[in-house]
């Protein structure tokens, strides 16, 4: 697995990297089949008043590409929102691609039965 995480008008320091990191095990302890993982931090400097924080996240999989981003004032805050909704998207992903149609023992024993 690739984690590139990189910034946009802000320096990635050590502590913000391993805040996305710890967060980001969360979503690769759900699903372990991530190919490559993009991060992009960025600050927007509309109004010193409306400055925003923004997180991005590109996550590669076999067949699938996910894309979430969320702002927020704080960059924290940015994250903790970004992860969990990626969180989310990962585990309808993963849910898609699991079979759940499958024929339990119990409706064959009884449809055999019926006929």
Same mark, same amino acid.
């Given at each position: 697995?690739?984690?590139t995480i990189s910034g946009h008008h802000l320096e990635? &320091? ?5 805040? @996305? ?10 699903? +372990? %089949?991530?190919? *490559? ?11 010193e008043k409306d400055r925003r924080q923004r997180a991005?996240?590109?996550?590669? &999989? ?5 894309? @979430? ?10 994250? +903790? %929102?970004?992860? *969990? ?11 898609k691609l699991q079979d759940h149609h499958h024929h ?12």
């Amino acid at each position: 697995m690739n984690l590139t995480i990189s910034g946009h008008h802000l320096e990635v &320091t050590s502590s913000l990297r391993e805040y @996305v990191l710890t967060k980001m095990d969360r979503v690769t302890r759900h699903f +372990d %089949q991530v190919v *490559d993982i993009n991060v992009l931090l960025t600050v927007e400097k509309q109004k010193e008043k409306d400055r925003r924080q923004r997180a991005e996240v590109t996550l590669h &999989t076999k067949g699938k590409e996910i894309f @979430v981003e969320a702002s927020n004032e704080d960059l924290y805050a940015a994250i +903790d %929102q970004l992860m *969990d909704k990626l969180d989310r998207q990962v585990m309808r992903h993963k849910d898609k691609l699991q079979d759940h149609h499958h024929h339990t023992l119990k409706r064959e024993v009884m449809a055999d039965e019926a006929a």
